[in-house]
């Protein structure tokens, strides 16, 4: 009997670029200006374009944006977006459409948080319904593509990435609603019956058109009834989480083969283990490094040392930091930081 043949999968990175005068605090990206995040994101999505595309990984891939006009980022913007399509990643105009309340308060530090969901309605506009969609933030990278599809979950089931955070543990560092316990106690409010759900991190979602498209109605439903009951919550992992404890969408963990790294030594998180068994890594700690170097030898046209890199995992460990840093190293990448804050 011949095996089932599946879709090409399609991989998503989505960014939003924002207005002027529009506040908002990206603490990871090592930018100010809106212009200057913009671009430090479309490096990060070059940089994971070409861990697929330099391993010859057989998947199709888009960015989700609304960005009009390239060249309102400047040269660089311009050349970033050019250098993407030449990697053949689809530019998909997308509008913004499910922002999140502006309660004043923190609204600078999540305003971005639901873009995730226009990305799902615009990439799987049009598509077969059982091809399987996989919406990354910008900050990741691919050592091993195939590792990661093969572990698709079958319909109607969404994959994720399990964040361990202890069941008190503020998540998103406002306060209200930003632990598993509060989640939990908010979800049995509203008639459900997981008192500790799993934290649903927003790094990786992928499922069909179909079962995405139903993720984001019950997003919404979710928001609107909150809403009317004076309660927002303030950024999507929360109210994926919600959706999860409600039974409004079947979750599958995928943390076996996908996980998010905190590289460098001035975080607190736990050091992941057997870093090397995973095949994709969020390192939200490499936006203005190793992601920056790596988007810089395409920019340049000197892709050779990044392809013999991804090529062995050993030395894609290394080159994105994510085996750990020794002193030499670190010296290495802060002057490497300050040679880039001087050309500024």
Known sequence: MAGIQRSTPLVVQYLYVHGD?????????????????????????LAQAATLRLREV????????????????????????????????????????HRPVDTGEHYKDYI?????????????????????LWLTDLDCVWPDAERVFAATPPAPEIGYVCIPYPPEWDA?????????????????????????????????????PPVLRALVEACVQI????????????????????VGALGLAQFSDLSEVARRILTGPRHGA??????????LWHLPSEKGLSLRRAANAMLANRP???????????RAARRFNVAGTGIARRVRDDGWLIAQRLRR
């Open 58 to 97: 057989d998947c199709d891939l888009a960015l989700v944006t609304n960005l009009g006009d390239p060249a309102s980022l400047g040269g660089t913007g311009a050349k970033l977006i050019a250098r993407l399509e030449s990697l053949g990643v689809q530019i998909m105009p997308t509008e913004y459409r």
């Open 270 to 279: 736990a050091k992941v283990e057997q870093p090397l068994r995973y095949g």
């Open 21 to 45: 005068g529009e506040a908002f605090f990206y603490p990871t990206s090592r930018s100010s200006s809106a212009v200057q995040v913009a671009n430090r994101y479309l490096e990060c999505a």
């Open 223 to 242: 928001d609107r009834r909150l809403a009317g009951e004076g309660v927002m919550l303030a950024t999507e992992e929360q109210t994926l989480t919600l």
């Open 304 to 314: 050779a040392r990044l392809r013999r890199d991804l090529a062995d995992p050993t």
């Open 172 to 208: 998103v560092g406002f306060g209200a609603h930003g632990t598993r316990t509060a989640i939990g106690a908010l979800a049995l409010d509203m008639g459900g019956s997981e008192r500790l759900p799993n934290w649903v991190g927003g790094e990786l979602l992928t499922g069909t």
């Open 112 to 132: 971005s948080s639901r873009y995730v969901l226009d990305a799902i309605l615009a990439a799987g506009e049009g598509q077969p319904a059982d091809r399987q």
